[in-house]
Nanobody, 125 residues
Framework: QVQLVESGGGLVQAGGSLRLSCAAS????????MGWYRQAPGKQRDLVAV???????NYADSVKGRFKISRDNARNTVNLQMNSLKPEDTAVYYC???????????????????WGKGTLVTVSS
């Protein structure tokens, strides 16, 4: 079993920044990909960003140029730097991890073998 714990959510004004972190622990032999999903009220859970163990990345079109995902393999941690936040970024952000690295259409994707409990990001206008 792998446990994921998120931190860094909170309230920020539009145009501001937040940095989310997710630490993995437990029975970790190898984690191929890690990343973030988000779910706004009444909406489906959508992929935000994913990063492989070799630092290949993929971002949702809605966050490209504003968010940056990074990974510290030694600490089993993945981070999401969120800049130029918009009210539509308001959501519960969930950390996810996959044992394998899955690639679709030449870019990494995240299937969600393991999930964190989520951290709330609220962006006010």
């Amino acid at each position: 079993q792998v446990q994921l714990v998120e931190s860094g959510g909170g309230l920020v004004q539009a145009g501001g920044s937040l940095r989310l972190s997710c630490a993995a622990s437990g029975s970790i032999f190898s984690i191929g990909s890690m990343g973030w999903y988000r779910q706004a009220p009444g909406k489906q859970r959508d992929l935000v960003a994913v990063i492989t163990s070799s630092s290949s990345t993929n971002y949702a079109d809605s966050v490209k140029g504003r968010f940056k995902i990074s990974r510290d393999n030694a600490r089993n941690t993945v981070n999401l730097q969120m800049n130029s936040l918009k009210p539509e970024d308001t959501a519960v952000y969930y950390c996810a991890a996959d044992l394998a690295e899955t690639v679709a259409a030449g870019t990494p994707i995240l299937l969600g073998d393991y999930w964190g409990k989520g951290t709330l990001v609220t962006v006010s206008s």
